[in-house]
């Protein structure tokens, strides 16, 4: 392993230490995995929005079976019978 010094302040210096007493890791290994996700985050080239992780998750939209109505066959014949009726009255 590679020793790498840094400087930083109180807060984060108690933050770590608690974190440390917490999960009975040493500190220094806690400031490797913190490293280590935050880099893999940020080198990701893939980054997905949520929409895009729900999408490619178990969640898929609902399919009713229905056609957009504006362009379903049956609906434009029932919709031209219904306007012809209404211009031509009986």
């Not at 392993?1 to 109180?10: D, E, G, L, S």
């Not at 080239?45 to 049956?74: C, M, V, Y």
Request: glycine share 4%; aromatic share 6%; net charge positive.
């Amino acid at each position: 392993m590679v020793v790498t010094t840094f400087r930083t302040t109180a807060d984060l210096e108690e933050l770590l230490s608690q974190a440390a007493r917490r999960t009975g890791k040493a500190r220094s290994e806690i400031i490797r995995e913190a490293i280590g996700v935050y880099c893999r985050e940020l080198l990701k080239d893939d980054k997905q929005t949520w929409f895009d992780e729900l999408s490619s998750s178990h969640f898929q939209p609902i399919r009713s079976g229905k056609k957009d109505l504006a362009t379903n066959p049956d609906h434009l014949r029932k919709a031209m019978r219904d306007a012809a009726r209404r211009s031509h009255p009986d």
